[in-house]
């Protein structure tokens, strides 16, 4: 079974940083597509960026350059290092995992409040 906790979320400036950490309570984390995706008030969610048990990485076009996503599959874990934030990117920010042989089987943490402002 796949639990998803996520942490690091806050307030911070424009122009600061933060990293988000999410952690897994599973057995098949190795093998598992993992992803950021955000919502912000009033807003639908959406992706923010993935990586392949591979370690390859997408992004959506508003956070390239800005955001990086790893993982560290001994510590079962996925991060997001978020740089230059802007009140745009104020939202929830929500810690994703599919198996991607069977897609049905997708994994959503709680969620943690980042919000950007001076």
């Known amino acids: 079974q796949v639990q998803l906790v996520e942490s690091g979320g806050g307030l911070v400036q424009p122009g600061g940083s933060l990293r988000l950490s999410c952690a897994d309570s599973?057995?098949?984390?190795?093998?598992?597509?993992l992803g950021w995706y955000r919502q912000a008030l009033g807003k639908q969610r959406e992706l923010v960026a993935t990586?392949?048990?591979?370690?390859?990485?997408n992004y959506a076009d508003l956070v390239k350059g800005r955001f990086t996503i790893s993982r560290d599959n001994a510590k079962k874990m996925v991060f997001l290092q978020m740089n230059s934030l802007e009140p745009e990117d104020t939202a929830v920010y929500y810690c994703?995992?599919?198996?991607?042989?069977?897609?049905?089987?997708?994994?959503w943490g709680q969620g943690t409040q980042v919000t950007v402002s001076s």
């Open positions: 994703n995992a599919v198996w991607p042989l069977q897609t049905s089987l997708n994994y």
């Open positions: 599973g057995s098949i984390f190795s093998v598992l597509r």
């Open positions: 990586i392949t048990s591979g370690g390859s990485t």
